[in-house]
T-cell receptor
Framework: DAGVIQSPRHEVTEMGQEVTLRCKPI?????LFWYRQTMMRGLELLIY????????DSGMPEDRFSAKMPNASFSTLKIQPSEPRDSAVYFC??????????????FGSGTRLTVV | AQSVAQPEDQVNVAEGNPLTVKCTYS??????LFWYVQYPNRGLQFLLK??????LVKGSYGFEAEFNKSQTSFHLKKPSALVSDSALYFC???????????????FGRGTQLTVWP
């Protein structure tokens, strides 16, 4: 298995532009999580899905952020319009409910977003 | 509510010395506990876990962690630190209760470990 795949690895964009981050979870995993990591706030859970359905989006900072999971093998996190304070590393992670007590999550390598 | 506290933002040790990274938790019922490590420009990687059984669990790269139920702690330890152990370490918890939020782990803020040569 190739693990959790995120794209792009790096994204530099201008303030006001739309940004789309992508994630492919491990095949068979039914939970998908989006996290944001900054020096100031540490690791923040933004939203998570179970069987493609959003379960908790209370961590999404504001309406500029949206996430979708159209099928079991793909999810997107979109920021529109982007602002400099959105600059962070965004991680996607997946897990299989029956095995979260065995291996926890599997994280992707992250997308480093810079908004200038 | 489920939560994790890592009271130290930074831990500095000399190579060859023992290291401890502290973690305390709060859950209803019994906990599932995890340690993850993050190297620069990488995602978090699983290091070790406590689910049940022996309070001392061993993981990758010579790390171990001791579960202490009375103190609600799960400190990460290594007898002899290496420079290559320098990384960001996260503790995470989930209640073992079937009624809890299934699938979700609660992470601490992370502790930056620096091992000096």
């Amino acid at each position: 298995d190739a693990g959790v795949i995120q794209s792009p690895r790096h994204e530099v964009t201008e303030m006001g532009q739309e940004v789309t981050l992508r994630c492919k979870p491990i095949s068979g995993h039914d939970y998908l999580f989006w996290y944001r990591q900054t020096m100031m706030r540490g690791l923040e859970l933004l939203i998570y899905f179970n069987n493609n359905v959003p379960i908790d989006d209370s961590g999404m900072p504001e309406d500029r952020f949206s996430a979708k999971m159209p099928n079991a093998s793909f999810s997107t996190l979109k920021i529109q319009p982007s602002e400099p304070r959105d600059s962070a590393v965004y991680f996607c992670a997946s897990s299989f409910r029956g095995r979260v007590d065995v291996y926890g999550y599997t994280f992707g390598s992250g997308t480093r977003l810079t908004v200038v | 509510a489920q939560s994790v506290a890592q009271p130290e933002d930074q831990v500095n040790v000399a190579e060859g010395n023992p290291l401890t990274v502290k973690c305390t938790y709060s859950v209803s019922g019994n906990p599932y506990l995890f340690w993850y490590v993050q190297y620069p420009n990488r995602g978090l990687q699983f290091l070790l876990k406590y689910i049940t059984g022996d309070n001392l669990v061993k993981g990758s790269y010579g790390f171990e962690a001791e579960f202490n139920k009375s103190q609600t702690s799960f400190h990460l330890k290594k007898p002899s630190a290496l420079v290559s152990d320098s990384a960001l370490y996260f503790c995470a918890v989930r209640s073992a209760d079937r009624g809890s939020t299934l699938g979700r782990l609660y992470f601490g803020r992370g502790t930056q470990l620096t091992v000096w040569p």
